[in-house]
T-cell receptor, first 116, second 110 residues
Framework: KAGVTQTPRYLIKTRGQQVTLSCSPI?????VSWYQQTPGQGLQFLFE???????NKGNFPGRFSGRQFSNSRSEMNVSTLELGDSALYLC???????????????FGAGSRLTVL | QQPVQSPQAVILREGEDAVINCSSS?????VHWYRQKHGEAPVFLMI?????EQKGHDKISASFNEKKQQSSLYLTASQLSYSGTYFC???????????FGKGTRLSVIA
C-alpha cells in the first residue's frame, strides 16, 4: 500500500508569512502526528489528530495549528513565520488497535521549510 | 519528558560493534527504535514492550531494562548501510504519541 505522502517537499518563505503543509496517511490509518525536526533538538512532537480531533499537543506556540479531514488527511499551519521555524516537518501515521504493531509510526519524507 | 540518548555521535569502521543507550527519568512503558538515513524519513526498527525483553533484527538488537528505565541498541559487525541517525522514542503514558531522544549519529566507514 502507498506510504505517507507529504506536500510540498521543499518551500521557502519569509518572516511574517504563513505556511500550510499537507499529509496523506497510509490508507486505513486514522492517527496522524506531526513532528518538527531540527539539528539541535531532534524530533519534537507538535500534535496528533485522530478522527478529525486533536488528541495530543506538544509544547509549541499557538502559531502552530493543524486539522484533520474526514478522509484522515491532515494539514498543519504555521502563521507569522519566524527564522527559528526553519526545519523539516515530518508527518507520521499509525494504525491504532491491539498488538505491538499498532503503535508503530510510519513517517513521510517530510516538508523542508526555510524561512528567510 | 524527552529520553536521553548517548553517545551523541559515533564513528565506526566496518565490522566494529556499537552500543547506543536511551534512558529516561520517568517510567518507560515501551521503547521504540528508529533509524533515519541522510535525507530520508525515519524508519521503524523495533519496539520493546516490557522489561527484560530483547529483540533482534539481523545484526541489530536491543534490550529494555524497565527497572533502570533504559534501553540499549546493539549494532554488531557494523556495515556501511548502518550509517544514519538512530532515535529512541517512548510514549509518556499508554497509547500516547512518542517522545523522541535527540538522536545518535552513527557513521560507518570502510
Amino acid at each position: 500500500k502507498a506510504g505517507v505522502t507529504q506536500t510540498p517537499r521543499y518551500l521557502i518563505k519569509t518572516r511574517g508569512q504563513q505556511v500550510t503543509l499537507s499529509c496523506s496517511p497510509i490508507s486505513g490509518h486514522r492517527s496522524v502526528s506531526w513532528y518538527q525536526q531540527t539539528p539541535g533538538q531532534g524530533l519534537q512532537f507538535l500534535f496528533e489528530y485522530f478522527s478529525e480531533t486533536q488528541r495530543n499537543k506538544g509544547n509549541f506556540p499557538g502559531r502552530f495549528s493543524g486539522r484533520q479531514f474526514s478522509n484522515s488527511r491532515s494539514e498543519m499551519n504555521v502563521s507569522t513565520l519566524e527564522l527559528g521555524d526553519s526545519a523539516l516537518y515530518l508527518c507520521a501515521s499509525r494504525g491504532l488497535g491491539q498488538g505491538s504493531g499498532a503503535n508503530v509510526l510510519t513517517f513521510g519524507a517530510g516538508s523542508r521549510l526555510t524561512v528567510l | 519528558q524527552q529520553p536521553v540518548q548517548s553517545p551523541q555521535a559515533v564513528i565506526l569502521r566496518e565490522g566494529e560493534d556499537a552500543v547506543i543507550n536511551c534512558s529516561s527519568s520517568k517510567a518507560l512503558y515501551s521503547v521504540h527504535w528508529y533509524r533515519q538515513k541522510h535525507g530520508e524519513a525515519p524508519v521503524f526498527l523495533m519496539i520493546l514492550l516490557k522489561g527484560g525483553e530483547q529483540k533482534g533484527h539481523d545484526k541489530i538488537s536491543a534490550s529494555f531494562n524497565e527497572k533502570k528505565q533504559q534501553s540499549s541498541l546493539y549494532l554488531t559487525a557494523s556495515q556501511l548501510s548502518y550509517s544514519g541517525t538512530y532515535f529512541c522514542g517512548t510514549p509518556p503514558a499508554g497509547n500516547t504519541p512518542l517522545v523522541f531522544g535527540k538522536g545518535t549519529r552513527l557513521s560507518v566507514i570502510a
